[in-house]
């Protein structure tokens, strides 16, 4: 797993594999979507997004590792 903060996604974007998978998240999934859909727009076609966010996940009663 590689950490970009949304930030230098556009920077980043010839160093992706564009061949893997990609999950944006952030904490309400509002800067997760822009950023999911930028990879998308640059051919990147196995891109996911946590919808809510990392909010969401923790509602969910979903794990969480520290």
């Known amino acids: 797993a590689n950490h970009i903060p949304m930030a230098q996604v556009k920077g980043k974007l010839d160093t992706l594999d564009k061949s893997k998978k990609i999950l944006t ?35 969910a009663g979903l794990p969480i590792n520290k």
């Open 25 to 59: 998240y952030c904490k309400s999934g509002t800067r997760s979507k822009a950023t999911a859909e930028l990879l998308s727009k640059n051919q990147f076609d196995r891109v996911y997004n946590l919808k809510g966010g990392f909010d969401a996940w923790q509602a």
